[in-house]
């Protein structure tokens, strides 16, 4: 005799997704906090993006345009793209669980690296798909790894440029060999969140292979440079074909009327993207050189985080150095769930709290008794 359920139950699978774990909000220290685990800009939203959000609150009572037709023009003007071909959302987030959506179901596979973005797995996992976690090479995306486990059933291949938390890259060239050797039924999804702080010529956000292409997505984020985390604003640029399947499964509202009118401010706001990419150059550059001198492993970055490695010794390892960071009132990212439980993340903040994360790093390696090179 079959026994219904006293509750509703989720389909299968759904409870075996392990949920995302954002970066902590507080410390046990007392004092000042400095709050590096997010990676959020320390200079904030342009002032033009507050004043747009202010003047917004007059219309709150209308529903925004459910085309979000201005901030797409807007985009489009700045990087000289076709309006038509992108698509916004809450977040890029917001994005890439879409497009896991449309193409992703029973029986597929996507493809992210191991220590890959989060969201890749739990938006393919949702989808109903099987996420297809490959190795990568000295902390970065391989082309060969990756390659090497597409099958007929792959749908989708994740990679972020720069990847977070890794903060490595693959040089353009790279991208394009990957992409020339995918079957064209495959879905390339470039995730180029932090794309405005890349300094390497040998680097693209994926704008021309998108153009050029028609299973590349490019996909970017109000929430790192632009200061608007708290808005969720994301969009991708994709062939036209994408963006009509997306349109038909995405929220008919999916970008608020004051995230908009700020986006809006913000992505015509070059100047102030060139202040804080410049801060972020300086004291990237900086942090990094005196958190090696401590005898730390860091990971070379080009995004505006580093990922710095710790011995697996008692006193020493990465869980008793976020301790001892929090009891300072510096809080920062573990990262033990992106497979990393040997490494912390460190979002560069302002000069003050650059400065503070430094020297409580400093004090941790000097009462750990030194000795923290790992090899």
Same mark, same amino acid.
């Not at 990847?163 to 180029?192: C, I, M, Q, W």
């Not at 033990?336 to 490494?343: E, R």
């Given at each position: 005799?079959? !026994? ?36 959020? !800009? ?8 507050? =004043? ?66 989060? $969201? ?24 060969? =790894?990756? @390659?090497?486990?597409? !099958? ?27 992409? %020339? ?22 680097? %693209? ?7 050029? %292409?028609?299973?590349?997505?490019? /996909?970017? !984020?109000? %929430? ?6 708290? @808005?969720?604003?994301? *969009? ?12 038909? $499964? ?32 300086? *004291?990237?550059? *900086?942090?990094? =050189? ?10 070379p970055s080009v995004a505006n985080f580093i990922l710095v490695h710790f011995p697996d010794v008692p006193g020493r390892s990465a ?11 510096? $809080? ?7 497979? @990393? ?5 460190? /979002?560069?903040?302002? =000069? ?12 941790f390696v000097t009462q750990a008794g030194g000795g923290m090179r790992l090899g």
């Open positions: 005799m079959n !026994t219904l359920p006293t509750r509703p139950v989720p389909r299968a699978g759904i409870l075996d997704i392990e949920a995302y774990v954002p970066g902590k909000s507080s410390a046990k220290g007392g004092g000042k906090i400095y709050k590096l685990s997010s990676n959020e !800009t320390p200079l904030g939203p342009p002032p033009s993006s507050i =004043e747009a959000f202010h003047a917004s609150a007059a219309s709150l009572d209308v529903y925004p345009d459910g085309s979000v037709r201005a901030l797409r023009e807007a985009i489009g003007a700045r990087f000289g793209l076709d309006a038509a071909r992108i698509i916004c959302g809450n977040g890029s987030d917001d994005i890439l669980h879409l497009l896991a959506a449309a193409y992703i179901g029973a029986g597929d596979e996507g493809i992210l690296t191991v220590h890959g973005f989060q $969201i890749y797995k739990i938006a393919i996992l949702a989808a109903g798909g099987t996420p297809v976690i490959v190795p990568e090479i000295d902390y970065t995306a391989s082309v060969e =790894e990756i @390659l090497a486990h597409v !099958t007929a059933r792959t749908k989708i291949v994740f990679i972020a440029n720069p990847n977070n938390p890794t903060g490595t890259y693959l040089p353009f060239e790279e991208v394009k060999r990957l992409h %020339s050797a995918l079957p064209r039924n495959v879905l390339l999804v470039l995730d180029a969140a932090y794309a405005e702080y890349v300094r390497r010529n040998d680097y %693209s956000a994926g704008i021309e292979l998108v153009s050029t %292409s028609e299973n590349v997505v490019m /996909t970017r !984020t109000f %929430s790192k440079i632009f200061g608007l985390a708290s @808005l969720r604003v994301g *969009w991708a640029y994709a062939p036209a074909h994408v963006c009509d399947a997306l349109h038909r $499964i995405r929220g008919p509202f999916n970008v608020s009327g004051p995230a908009m009118a700020a986006a809006i401010a913000a992505i015509r706001d070059n100047a102030h993207v060139e202040t804080s990419a410049a801060h972020n150059d300086r *004291w990237l550059n *900086w942090l990094t =050189e005196q958190v090696s001198a401590l005898g730390l492993e860091v990971t869980a008793d150095a976020e301790e001892f960071l929090g009891q300072r009132g510096v $809080i920062i990212r573990g990262v033990g769930s992106y497979n @990393l439980p040997s490494a912390i993340r460190i /979002t560069i903040g302002s =000069e003050e709290a650059t400065r503070a994360v430094a020297a409580a790093l400093k004090d």
